[in-house]
């Protein structure tokens, strides 16, 4: 039950013209995009609500995320003004956390009679598509998995660790916007470094990483939708100054939705590793992961097995908790390559959780071993002559 009004507790913000109730009442997206009227739009001069800069609201409880519409040639005006759409969302009653993204995902419409004529920072009607983002590094390998809980992210960060170890320069980005655990597996909890209009990679373990976690806090929920996750992919693809790379190693949020989409739209992705557990219910998801991949013209890798086998610290005996070989089975059957199998090790799950992966933390160890193949067989598959994937196809 919603508390009654008092007056005694509403203070004027002469900043925003309004009475602000002290108590923390949900606000509603009326009055956030209201409260937004204050911030200037660096082209037009006028209000970004006005000027039709405000693409999105998302509201849950007192967590905020909006998207702003701009293109890459205007991201570097719009920073500043995606800073300060967070602050002025911070103040408003009932606002626990806010978040702007940048995006220019929407098609401009042509003016019509008693409509405003369309923004300037938006993508013209009739524009052609935008070039493919990161173009300038050796390969790109997605890390995908069909399904969450098989490990795929401590797979995608011991690929890249062992990558760096052989002798690449090596890249890590996340690209699961709903859930970022690159930054406790590497033992980061800072924020990168601007440069210019692009933010600086931070360097850990001899690579180059970029997280959506390292700019929000670690407990903040991504309540986005489709767009909005689209937008932040961009971002985090197209304004990140990376150095030269041999490779760039890309943990996929798992499943097969906008992300993946997104990615092999925007991206000339080398190929992709995908990850599953051995027992039948993984496989099944496993596959519509390599199904995918190949409907948009991506070329399989191969596929890893996971917590293959659980070997007994004290004895050394091997029990298959889950089964074993599914993986290796379900690649034969689908006429992939099987990369390799990771063995369920409680060395692995103590590093990530501690911020130092296996790879680096005990190079000698089985599971270290283990992810060391596997890297050397994908750099043999990307380094080596392109596979034959047919005309690339865009979806959607």
């Known amino acids: 039950m919603l508390a009654a009004f008092d ?3 509403a203070v004027f913000d002469p900043e925003q013209k309004v ?14 995009r209201e409260a937004l009227r204050v911030v200037r739009d660096p082209a037009s001069g006028g209000d970004i609500v006005s000027a039709g800069i405000v693409e999105g609201i998302q509201l849950q409880g007192g967590l905020v995320q ?24 911070a103040r408003q009653p009932g606002v626990t956390n806010a978040a702007a993204i940048l995006t220019g995902h929407r098609q401009t419409p042509p003016p019509s009679p008693g409509r405003p004529a369309p923004h300037a920072h938006g993508p013209q009607a009739g524009q052609q598509r935008a070039p493919l983002l990161l173009s300038g590094i050796g390969a790109i390998v997605a890390v995908a998995s069909g399904k969450g809980g098989v490990g795929k992210s401590t797979v995608a960060v011991n690929l890249a660790v062992a990558l760096a170890r052989q002798g690449h320069r090596t890249g890590l980005l996340d690209a699961d916007i709903y859930g970022p655990s690159l930054p406790r597996m590497l033992g980061l909890n800072r924020k990168p470094e601007i440069d210019g209009d692009r933010m600086r990679p931070i360097p850990v373990w001899g690579l180059q990483t970029m997280s959506i976690g390292f700019l929000v806090e670690e407990e903040t929920p991504m309540i986005w939708r489709g767009p909005m996750v689209m937008g932040a992919l961009e971002q985090m693809m197209g304004q990140v100054a990376w150095d030269a790379l041999d490779i760039l190693v890309v943990d996929m949020p798992p499943g097969t939705g906008d992300a993946q989409l997104t990615l092999s739209q925007r991206v000339a992705l080398t190929g992709a590793v995908i990850v599953s557990t051995p027992q039948d219910i993984a ?3 496993a596959r519509r992961g390599v199904r995918m991949f190949e409907r948009v013209r991506v070329p399989v890798l191969g596929l890893v097995e996971n917590m293959s086998f659980y070997a007994c610290p004290n004895c050394g005996h091997q029990a298959h908790i889950f089964g074993h070989g599914g993986a290796r089975q379900e690649a034969h059957r689908l006429g992939t390559d099987f990369l390799g ?32 193949a596997i890297a050397a067989r994908v750099w043999d598959k990307v380094s080596g002559p392109p596979a034959s994937s047919g005309p690339r196809i865009v979806v959607g």
């Open 7 to 9: 007056p005694e507790q």
């Open 66 to 89: 909006v998207a702003l519409l701009t293109d890459r040639a205007h991201a570097a005006a719009m920073e500043p003004v995606r800073r300060e759409v967070e602050a002025v969302l």
């Open 283 to 285: 496989l099944i998801d």
């Open 341 to 372: 199998e990771v063995p369920l090790l409680l060395e692995v799950r103590e590093s990530g959780d501690q911020g130092s992966p296996i790879t680096a933390a005990s190079p000698d160890s089985e599971a270290a071993r283990a992810f060391g």
């Open 19 to 32: 009475c602000k109730r002290m108590a923390q009442s949900a606000p509603t997206e009326e009055m956030l």
